[in-house]
Nanobody
């Protein structure tokens, strides 16, 4: 009943910028979820890129710190990832994640993943 839909991926030259969006649909209370962006390059492990908690606290992987900015608009049930100064190493499939922070059942909190959007940084 919950769906995360990413958009905004594409091909960009090194040094360029891209803005990813992830909109949540269905039976989800968006505001009580921490939101995150993850990425996975071919043949490599999926890694955390950035997170933003329900309270607005942000965290970034060292590799993107200073270049990427995560933000959220609870009124639109959407999280964004502004990516600047892109490098070829940023090439990957980017996935949106929602992780419930409040009102969990016992020790189990709901978690959802989007289908991913491809980002290619190449000249």
């Amino acid at each position: 009943q919950v769906q995360l839909v990413e958009s905004g991926g594409g091909l960009v030259q090194p040094g360029g910028s891209l803005r990813l969006s992830c909109a949540a649909f269905g039976r989800i209370i968006f505001s009580i979820n921490a939101m995150g962006w993850y990425r996975q390059a071919p043949g490599k492990q999926r890694e955390l890129v950035a997170t933003i908690t329900s309270g607005g606290r942000k965290n970034y992987a060292d590799s993107v710190k200073g270049r990427f900015t995560i933000s959220r608009d609870n009124a639109k049930d959407t999280v964004f990832l502004q990516m600047n100064s892109l490098k070829p190493e940023d090439t990957a499939d980017y996935y949106c994640n929602a992780a419930q922070e409040y009102y969990c059942s016992g020790n189990v909190c709901s978690e959802y993943w989007g289908q991913g959007t491809q980002v290619t940084v190449s000249s």
